[in-house]
T-cell receptor, first 109, second 112 residues
Framework: KNEVEQSPQNLTAQEGEFITINCSYSVGISALHWLQQHPGGGIVSLFMLSSGKKKHGRLIATINIQEKHSSLHITASHPRDSAVYICAALKTSYDKVIFGPGTSLSVIP | EAGVTQSPTHLIKTRGQQATLRCSPISGHTSVYWYQQALGLGLQFLLWYDEGEERNRGNFPPRFSGRQFPNYSSELNVNALELEDSALYLC???????????FGPGTRLTVT
């Protein structure tokens, strides 16, 4: 069993839909990253959170430390949101980042 | 402010050769991380440098090595290249350990 799992693996949505990507982890963490990787490989860090909720534009990330679960929400999705979204757990010992397998999102106009 | 930079963008080597990849962190960042993303696989943690020292490494053979210079830039060396080393190598930096990492654009290494 992977230490960091994501669901769904692939997601296709119509423009304007509300999207949720889930991440669950089994290790003790100090924080969790949500990353966006565009075709070609470039990675952008969207959020780093250790508790509660963060919002940036149409993106919202939440984390529940007790349940070891995080979600990334995209409101009013747009084709430019099409990318792979990766959650990455920063272990409590700060010595390692463990990546989830990624969720490939395609938003259709 | 400049982000994390990596060079070269693309690198083509033949099996058995050595590859050197470079990373310049954001100014003021002291931690540098290296990751490998092989085709069809997720990101894998390779190496972590902080204040010039190697703090941890992932499950990679010793032919993957690197160093961090006094200006906090870093080099990743891959010796005795194998075909399966073909991958996107990403570097990230952070202000200190345990805070948000910022990623560079990556170096795409192709081993033929």
């Amino acid at each position: 069993k992977n230490e960091v799992e994501q669901s769904p693996q692939n997601l296709t949505a119509q423009e304007g839909e509300f999207i949720t990507i889930n991440c669950s982890y089994s290790v003790g963490i100090s924080a969790l990253h949500w990353l966006q990787q565009h075709p070609g490989g470039g990675i952008v860090s969207l959020f780093m959170l250790s508790s509660g909720k963060k919002k940036h534009g149409r993106l919202i990330a939440t984390i529940n430390i007790q349940e070891k679960h995080s979600s990334l929400h995209i409101t009013a999705s747009h084709p430019r949101d099409s990318a792979v979204y990766i959650c990455a757990a920063l272990k409590t010992s700060y010595d390692k980042v463990i990546f989830g397998p990624g969720t490939s999102l395609s938003v259709i106009p | 402010e400049a982000g994390v930079t990596q060079s070269p963008t693309h690198l083509i080597k033949t099996r058995g050769q050595q590859a050197t990849l470079r990373c310049s962190p954001i100014s003021g960042h002291t931690s540098v991380y290296w990751y490998q993303q092989a085709l069809g696989l997720g990101l894998q943690f390779l190496l972590w440098y902080d204040e010039g020292e190697e703090r941890n490494r992932g499950n990679f053979p010793p032919r993957f090595s690197g160093r961090q210079f006094p200006n906090y830039s870093s080099e990743l060396n891959v010796n005795a290249l194998e075909l399966e080393d073909s991958a996107l190598y990403l570097c990230a930096s952070s202000l200190e350990t345990g805070v948000e990492q910022y990623f560079g654009p990556g170096t795409r290494l192709t081993v033929t």
